[in-house]
């Protein structure tokens, strides 16, 4: 049967072991832990890198916050000593551009519609008032008779 083939059978029960199936099963042979103390060094690790990370999300916020309060921020200006030296102008590709005037916008006449009165309730205990300075509209009690409107301050009376 020189240069035949022949045909094996294989039965498997399915129990190979292939060794550790993941990284932390790898990790966890190599280190000769068993599954409490591996479980309490992966809990560690998470806290550290759970402590590193809130401090640099802190470190950047407050950062970013002393960022924005800070109103007086400066910047420093290198002059340089022959302006030509630091913008290197081609005098030839200089056009001279001749200033012209811009018309002011034409004025748009705004017409106020006055705002139509709010529907009464009888049995709400508000009411709407109307500001006569800024003509802002807000609700008051009907027990009040006088107050100073919330937009501007001025005094609202006999409503």
Do not use: Y
């Not at 806290?47 to 800070?70: A, F, P, W, Y």
């Not at 913008?87 to 017409?111: C, F, G, N």
């Amino acid at each position: 049967m020189a240069g035949s083939w022949s045909l094996v059978e294989v039965i498997s029960n399915g129990d190979l072991d292939d060794g550790p199936s993941n990284i932390f099963e790898r990790a966890k042979d190599s280190l000769g832990l068993d599954d409490t103390e591996f479980n309490v060094l992966l809990a560690g690790l998470a806290t550290v890198m759970l402590v590193i990370l809130l401090s640099l999300l802190v470190g950047t916020m407050r950062q970013g916050l002393t960022n924005i309060s800070d109103r007086r921020r400066s910047a420093s200006v290198v002059v340089e000593a022959d302006p030509e030296d630091a913008l290197e102008i081609d005098e030839d590709a200089v056009e001279e551009v001749s200033p012209m005037s811009i018309p002011p916008p034409k004025e748009i006449a705004v017409h106020e519609v006055p705002a139509p009165p709010v529907p009464v309730d009888p049995s709400n205990p508000f009411r709407t008032v109307t500001c006569k300075s800024c003509k802002t509209r807000f609700d008051l009690s009907k027990k009040v008779r006088r107050t100073s409107c919330p937009a501007c301050g001025s005094r609202v009376e006999d409503i």
